[in-house]
């Protein structure tokens, strides 16, 4: 199982930048899809993006496509989220994910959270307005 740390979360005000970053050990970073999810307090987890590990092909909840970017560098082993044009709505705890022995990958369905078997702890992002 891979083991995931998100960093770079904070404080900013609407209209600012955040780059999160999930740093990952244990198996090989590189063959995995990985995705970013979100969640808000009394509220399901929702997905953000996600990334393939071969082409690195993205895929984006339709409403943040535009303002956000995931990217990897399978080189470090991380994952990263350039979140731009911050809203106040995007306040929320961040988690990077792991597919699940590739689950989301051979399935193309990205957006199911129960296609990734190793999470992160979260990291804490919140926009002022």
């Known amino acids: 199982q891979v083991q995931l740390v998100e960093s770079g979360g904070g404080l900013v005000q609407g209209g600012g930048s955040l780059r999160l970053s999930c740093a990952t050990s244990?198996?090989?970073?590189?063959?995995?899809?990985m995705a970013w999810f979100r969640q808000t307090p009394g509220k399901e987890r929702e997905f953000v993006a996600a990334?393939?590990?071969?082409?690195?092909?993205?895929y984006y909840a339709d409403s943040l496509k535009g303002r956000f970017t995931i990217s990897r560098d399978n080189a470090k082993d991380t994952l990263y989220l350039q979140m731009d044009s911050l809203k106040p709505e995007d306040t929320a705890v961040y988690y990077c994910?792991?597919?699940?022995?590739?689950?989301?990958?051979?399935?193309?369905?990205?957006?199911?959270?129960?296609?990734?078997?190793?999470w992160g702890q979260g990291t804490q992002v919140t926009v002022s307005s």
């Open positions: 990334i393939t590990w071969n082409r690195g092909n993205t």
């Open positions: 244990g198996r090989t970073f590189s063959r995995y899809a």
């Open positions: 994910a792991a597919d699940r022995d590739g689950r989301a990958f051979y399935s193309g369905v990205y957006y199911r959270e129960t296609n990734f078997g190793s």
